[in-house]
């Protein structure tokens, strides 16, 4: 399994920024206010591999420490690939519910196209699908997916929203297509947890 998406996914899963991995592994920050070390971000950007015995160490370290997991960007950056569908409908349900309170959530400035491509695709599909609960945002949503379609600026990447997903033929979502996704969600499943916040 790739290390450097494990490390990513603790850090998503705990709320760690890269300063935090560094304090935590003994690292030197880059200086007295540094945000990161260069180690750290090397493993992040898969120049270097991260060494098992220090996630091993991270993994201790956090045991015990209640997770603050960052829902949003797991789902649209998915370093490991959601088991099913369900858990993926588990870190999108407390987005739609962010949403429905009046809070946009915040796309990473350093995303990746797929990245951006993913929060484009769910912004917009809770935009036009997500029904009476999100029209009060329905606005907003388009008009924050537009501001990430700008920002797409290298070639988009040509895979499924959740990640490791198998995709036969062409997709028939046109949303998804729009996106560059080869496949979207489930739109049945979708609408049920729009509507009742639960599938």
């Known amino acids: 399994m790739d290390t ?3 490390l990513e996914d603790l850090m998503l899963r705990y709320g760690l920024r890269r300063r935090d991995v560094a304090q935590l592994l003994g690292k030197p920050l880059n200086s007295a206010s540094g945000y990161s070390n260069s180690t750290i971000d090397r493993w992040l950007s898969g120049a270097n591999p991260v060494p098992d015995i220090a996630l091993e160490l991270l993994e201790l370290k956090l045991v015990g420490r209640e997770g603050r997991p960052d829902p949003w960007k797991r789902l649209i950056k998915q370093p490991l690939a959601y088991r099913d569908q369900r858990e993926l409908e588990a870190d999108l349900a ?20 797929l990245a951006l491509q993913r929060a484009g ?3 917009e599909l809770i935009a036009h699908l997500g029904g009476p609960r999100f029209r009060p945002q329905r606005d907003r949503l388009i008009a924050e ?3 990430l379609r700008e920002r797409i600026t290298d070639r988009t990447e040509a895979e499924p929203l959740r990640a490791g997903e198998r ?7 046109d949303l998804a297509r729009k996106w560059g996704l080869t496949r979207g969600a489930d739109i049945r499943r979708f609408r049920q947890l729009a509507l009742t916040g639960r599938v």
């Open 167 to 173: 995709v036969g033929d062409e997709t028939m979502d």
């Open 145 to 147: 997916a537009a501001r």
């Open 4 to 6: 450097a998406s494990q």
């Open 94 to 113: 407390p987005v739609m519910d962010q949403i429905e309170s009046g809070q946009l959530p915040r796309t990473p400035r350093t995303s990746r196209p």
């Open 121 to 123: 695709y769910l912004l």
